[in-house]
């Protein structure tokens, strides 16, 4: 431990790489840990050992909350059922089908109006930002969105963001090193248990809204289908669908696709700020295949590789979830020469796929042509993980992508941005690298195109 700096144990983690290779053993406390680093030992473990490496390890933070329910910290056949069950559900509300393009497009409306607002003058995205992201998900979820103003979800809106601060801060990586100890130290990490109660209280309150106007013959959203599976298999007694999980995956679902859409467009309009050059020839091909004169389309996206390109860009260089949540692995398996006995803690450090330097000639760098081949169309970097990888991979990879597609494309056709500094004085490292990357806040000017 002696080697960490608690200030940033994903840049220490990734140090130690350098000093004892790819695959090491990292103390969380006296809890040894293997970290995983670099694309081709990552593949490895997480795609090609896909069911040894898809156990759920320890993750203080959230599991002081969740308690081992819900869909992103669940383990065993509970999560199965509960990950196939989510998945088809989500689609059968739009996820890969054109009514959740309609959603995302309105939406996108919303927060164009709400940027108009500011008349050119500087204002904070954050809060734009994440409320569109968030309210596709309460679309899905919850069956409608919140109007920007709506009191209770700014508050929301609120809660997740000062958590994802608070787990990404020196308190946060304290939490998380050394958990035993500090649920006895007061400090600022004890408001992330409280956070996450007042979230679930509110999901508590429209999961009752729901069970009480429930039709079964006509179900509205997610949790009307998740009270409907609950009904079906009452008489099971080994079922997983229960009250407790539906509120802890409810609470997973909304939390995880508030805040990485959110900070990767906050992040991503930072880094534009900063290269006007690049922002310059996304016009250019918004102009040259949509044009002024209609909404962005998921149609068009093939046909905007340069765009495209950006915008993945953007989610490997901001590497908003530089260490993935923790696995563990199901049984004793022989890895890279090591025996790895069952329940070991993982540490996947995805950030070390997104900068390998064979998979990017410039991983330090900001540079689109990481994906785009040698005739300028888009190419897809297997190296890539912003949303991990394997049977742990995000489940809303497909959602957060067309959300970033219509969000991004939608603004930089209607705006020109405007910075209030010189492009060159622009910071676009972390505010803070913990356990997530925090962009620095900023303010920006939407001038009317």
Known sequence: MM???????????????????????????????????GYEILKEALIDNAEEFSGRGEFP?????????????????????????????????????????????????????E??????????????????GSNIICSLVFGDRFEYEDKEFLNLLYLIN???????????????????????????????????????????????????????????DFIDSFLLKIEQEK??????????????????VFFAGTETVGSTLRYGFRILLRHPEIEEKVHEE??????RDRQPSMEDRTKMPYTEAVIYEIQRYADIVPMSVPHTVTRDIKFRGYDLPEGLNIIPLLCTSQFDPTKFKNPTQFDPTHFLDENGLFKKNEAFMAFSAGKRICLGE????????????????????????????????????GLGNIPRPYKICFLPR
């Open 286 to 291: 918004i102009d040259s295949v949509i044009g």
């Open 3 to 37: 080697e960490v700096k608690l200030t940033d144990i994903i840049k220490s983690m990734v140090e130690l790489s350098k000093k004892y290779g790819p695959i090491y053993t990292f103390y969380l406390g006296s809890r040894p840990t293997v970290v995983l680093c």
């Open 235 to 252: 008489k099971n007694p080994n079922s997983h669908f229960n009250y407790e999980t539906m509120l802890k995956t409810t609470v997973n």
């Open 398 to 433: 497909s959602l957060a992508l067309m959300e970033l597609f219509l969000f991004f494309t939608t603004i930089l056709q209607n705006f020109k941005l405007k910075a209030l500094v010189h492009p060159k004085d622009i910071d676009i490292t972390p505010e803070s690298s």
């Open 61 to 113: 933070a959230v599991q002081m909350y969740s308690k081992g329910n819900g869909i992103v910290y669940g383990t065993g056949e509970r999560w199965r059922h509960l990950r196939r069950f989510a998945i088809s559900t989500l689609k059968n509300f739009g996820m890969g089908k054109r009514s959740l393009e309609d959603r995302i497009k309105e939406e996108a409306q919303y927060m164009i109006a």
């Open 162 to 220: 000062n958590n994802w601060h608070l787990m990404s801060s020196t308190w946060g990586q304290l939490l998380f090193v050394f958990p035993k100890i500090m649920k006895h130290i007061p400090g600022p990490h004890r408001k992330i248990y409280s956070n996450y109660q007042e979230l679930g209280a509110f999901v508590a309150k429209r999961l009752k809204q729901n069970r009480d106007t429930l039709d079964p013959n006509h179900p509205r």
């Open 115 to 132: 940027f108009r607002k500011s008349k050119g003058q500087p204002i904070d995205p954050t809060f734009g930002f994440s409320a569109a």
